[in-house]
């Protein structure tokens, strides 16, 4: 006869496209030591168990009060067999946080990790994209830079993506409007407007010596001690047009 197993899951993972938000349904490997994840239909891997939390799967009316949310940290390694995606590495802090008459309800909301598109991906016709080339202070490729997108005078980020061993980055940029008007002198109303289809962007690059392949893109937004940059470097995008660029790092 049918036997019902009950048991509480820890969470659950979605992987997304870092530059649309996507999710990636797919299956691509994630490597998480002391951890038991499984893929579901809708692309999410759940999290159905972790050292340390073994009395969690079995907590129905409220989760354990120790080990306290968020106080133990799980390494994540993600790669796509179909290249697709670099391979990128994360951390996963848990338990997750559950207390819905206090309005926190994080056990049940999906940790999302983006993941940085490769060199080689294609870029939709009507998207912006620029190619980017990074090297260290010898001049030579350098893997692993984060580099980001953002408008001139500073803004949300726009793009971003990571350089592979070939110190090469395809940063896609969709939505960028296809006429923008411009003013010469901004203080004069009777000033003449010039119609340009350009959006003016700054280019910066990010790096840490000390840590090997994969990286973790998050810690590299961050900032932090140790992390080497370089920018911000002024151009323009347009859309439907590829532009390139070129960032040197100095890891001394």
Do not use: C, K
Not at 20 to 25: L, M, W
Not at 108 to 121: F, H, K, T, W
Not at 147 to 173: F, K
């Amino acid at each position: 006869m049918p036997e019902r197993v009950d048991l509480r899951v820890l969470g659950a993972l979605r992987l997304r496209d870092g530059v649309t938000g996507a999710a990636i349904r797919r299956r691509l490997r994630v490597g998480a030591p002391g951890l038991t994840l499984r893929q579901n239909r809708d692309g999410l891997h759940v999290i159905y168990g972790a050292l340390g939390l073994e009395a969690h799967r079995t907590a129905f009316e409220a989760p354990p009060a120790a080990p306290a949310p968020g106080s133990l940290d799980f390494d994540l390694s993600i790669e796509d067999p179909d290249g697709i995606y670099l391979p990128a590495r994360a951390s996963l802090a848990l338990p997750r946080g559950f207390d819905p008459e206090g309005g926190l309800r994080d056990l049940v909301i999906p940790v999302e990790i983006d993941l940085a598109r490769s060199a080689g991906m294609l870029v939709p016709r009507n998207w912006a994209a620029l190619a980017v080339m990074v090297r260290d202070q010898a001049g030579a490729p350098l893997r692993g830079a984060l580099v980001e997108l953002r408008p001139q005078g500073g803004g949300d980020r726009m793009s971003w993506g990571l350089t592979n061993a070939h110190g090469e980055a395809v940063l896609a940029v969709p939505g960028l409007p296809l006429m923008r008007v411009v003013e010469n002198d901004p203080g004069t109303d009777e000033d003449d407007e010039i119609i340009s289809a350009e959006t003016p962007v700054e280019l910066t690059a990010v790096a840490d010596p000390a840590r090997p392949w994969p990286v973790d893109p998050a810690v590299l937004a961050a900032g932090g001690p140790g992390l080497r940059t370089a920018g911000p470097q002024a151009m323009t995008l347009a859309p439907g047009r590829t532009d390139n660029a070129e960032l040197s790092l100095d890891l001394g």
